[in-house]
């Protein structure tokens, strides 16, 4: 879909881009533009946030009722071109407008006070950590009762209703109580355009009552917002540039490395061009997979220390100079803090900021200009590649499966590599299936997301909803654990409410494998359930749904072929069960790293 901010026509993000614009501040509105006289009966407060929110490119709100909200619910519901979607609880509710948004750029959902606020916190903290700008509304309490010493229904029992807004400070970059009509008009517009240029959450609580006033404020169709472009320092671009260049030129054998800020610097594209200009290897952090064309004659793969991919880090930590291209290094990603890197051979260059070696940083220069810019500047270099070429074995295929041999995980991912086009979409649970999934190699517009910031299991099960919901041009494929599901499998009947055909592989090994690689214990085991009849009694002869149980590849080319063809416009759930102990190789590694760093004694006093 595409959709405008101010007068720019702004497509559907692509290369997982988050957001349409880069923005520091928002314009005055353009006097020019006519708007339209609107009946009393549409010129509300509900009405105006509706309309608000179908010119940014949100058409689809996933909500949760309750009373503080439901006349704002009728108020969205009314608008053309919205749809809202109702979800089970409100943390499958956020999930769903984390995964909308890593698609269509940015996302909404609308929830109850404090009890329903407080159940999606967790969902806006992760979509804070993974910079997704979502709208997120909460029906607040009646503006007559602030200030009166009242104690409300859905609080903590104590006449303060701040308790939900503090929360939400810390997990939003904008908070707006809208409890007066006078001045709502400029609290939504100005929590909605904060989101869009921060690409953060933004938490608007708008008082049960005034949803449904008309007011003067709201009497014409909204103009659109006119986003204004943020713009480069020019001469510390220029700087940045000479000083990059000059480093990069005089290296041997240098690599680059994407990491996750490409998507909120909006510099994928950026990237690709630095990319075929500089004849560097170049790699992938594992949470930036997806962000880079994996066809790229270049490609070598993910940069993850020692679970990277084959010969991709021994090219990477032996290079003379990298170039990280928006990294985050957190103890994940840096398998316990274990990666063989060098400060002084290695240039960072964050979204608005570029830092080379141990020597000069430059601010105020934007990640998306300096890449490009860098690209002309650059001799091209093909040493590191020619390395990496000469190296290079390619990869083995898991040895076949005898008859009715159980199932390993290593075969059903060699069936799913097989099922990816330019048409589907993965998206990865936490847990096992970060590591098989990040070996998969995508085609070209093949999507992928996952969740490696925040790490909160159970989020899949809502972001494939949300995704599936704004990306109805691609066939979502899901890998969850069973551990995963758990959390958050009521979700499954608002994908056969919105006649979503995702396939869900759902791994049946019993258990929180990622956590037993880290530390075992009792707590690690779950207890099993019939998942096939689960989802069937939720499908509950209403909707398209397939389930099946696979136990060994014979079952699983069936099931999957099945799911392709014959089913192909069905929910179909596919529950793979493997041995508790088949686990891949990398997460063996990962965990003993990871689980070393969590162990590290106090530091002397």
């Known amino acids: 879909m595409d959709f405008k901010v101010g007068s720019l026509d702004t497509p559907k993000p692509a290369n997982g881009e988050v957001g349409s614009l880069s923005t520091n501040h928002v314009s005055t509105l353009k006097t020019s533009t006519s708007s339209t006289q609107l009946c009393s009966a549409e010129a509300t407060l509900g009405r105006h946030l509706a309309r608000r929110l179908v010119q940014v490119g949100v058409s689809d709100v996933f909500a949760v009722p309750g009373d503080f909200n439901l006349t704002l619910l009728d108020d969205l519901i009314a608008e053309p071109g919205l749809k809202l979607v109702g979800c089970c609880n409100e943390l499958n509710a956020g999930y769903a407008a984390d995964g909308y948004a890593r698609s269509r750029g940015v996302g909404a959902c609308a929830v109850t006070f404090t009890v329903g606020g407080l159940s999606i916190l967790n969902a806006i903290a992760g979509a804070y950590s993974e910079n997704l700008p979502i709208i997120c509304i909460v029906g607040g309490p009646n503006s007559n009762d602030y200030g009166t010493n009242r104690i409300l229904h859905h609080t903590i029992g104590l006449p303060d209703f701040s308790q939900e807004l503090r929360c939400f400070q810390t997990v939003t970059c904008y908070q707006a109580i809208v409890n007066n009509l006078e001045d709502a008009h400029e609290q939504i517009d100005t929590a909605i355009s904060t989101a869009l240029k921060e690409s953060k959450p933004v938490y608007i609580s708008v008082s049960c009552n005034l949803s449904a006033i008309p007011h003067p404020t709201f009497s014409r169709e909204p103009v659109p917002f006119c986003l204004a472009p943020r713009l480069s320092n ?13 480093f990069l030129n005089k290296a041997v054998k240098p690599v680059m490395v994407a990491g996750p800020k490409l998507r909120v610097a909006k510099a994928c594209s950026a990237f690709l061009e630095l990319a075929d200009a500089c004849g560097y290897p170049v790699a992938v952090m594992p949470s930036a997979k997806g962000l880079m064309k994996e066809t790229h004659p270049h490609f070598i793969g993910t940069y993850w220390g020692a679970v990277s991919t084959a010969f991709c880090a021994e090219i990477v930590e032996s290079a003379d100079a990298y170039i990280f291209a928006g990294p985050i290094f957190n103890d994940y990603s840096s398998v316990g803090y274990s990666l063989l890197l060098k400060k002084e051979k290695a240039i960072i260059v964050q979204p608005d900021r570029v830092v080379i070696a141990n020597g000069p940083a430059f601010g105020c220069v934007l990640m998306k200009e300096f890449l490009p810019a860098l690209a002309k500047k650059l001799q091209r270099n093909t040493t590191a590649y020619e390395n990496y070429h000469r190296i290079y074995v390619p990869e083995g ?19 799913i590599q097989k099922m990816l086009s330019g048409d589907s979409a993965v998206i990865a649970e936490t847990g096992d299936s970060w590591f098989n999934c990040q070996k998969l190699k995508l ?21 494939t909803l949300g995704y599936a919901q704004a990306a109805k041009d691609k066939r979502v494929i899901a890998c969850i654990g069973d551990g995963s599901f758990q959390v958050t499998a009521q979700d499954i009947s608002t994908m056969l409410r919105c006649e979503q055909n995702t396939i869900i592989f759902l791994i049946n090994n019993g258990g929180y494998t990622i956590e037993v690689e880290i530390h075992d214990g009792p707590y690690n085991v779950i207890k099993n359930w019939n998942y096939t009849a689960l989802v069937d009694a939720i499908h509950n002869g209403d909707g398209k749904c397939w389930t099946t149980k696979v136990q060994c590849e014979e079952e699983l080319v069936e099931a999957i072929e099945t799911a392709t063809e014959v089913k192909k416009d069905c929910l179909c759930f596919i529950e793979i069960v493997v041995h508790k102990d088949d686990t891949s190789k990398e997460l063996l590694e990962w965990g003993s790293r990871v689980s070393s760093a969590n162990s590290r004694p106090p530091n002397p006093q």
């Open 234 to 246: 020019s001469l510390g671009l220029e700087a940045a540039v000479d000083a990059a260049a000059e």
């Open 397 to 415: 295929l898991p040895p076949r499966c005898d008859p009715k041999e159980p199932l390993r995980v290593n075969i059903l991912f060699k069936h």
């Open 443 to 463: 085609p070209e517009g093949c999507g992928y997301e996952f969740q490696m910031q925040y790490g909160s299991i159970g989020w899949s099960v809502g972001a």
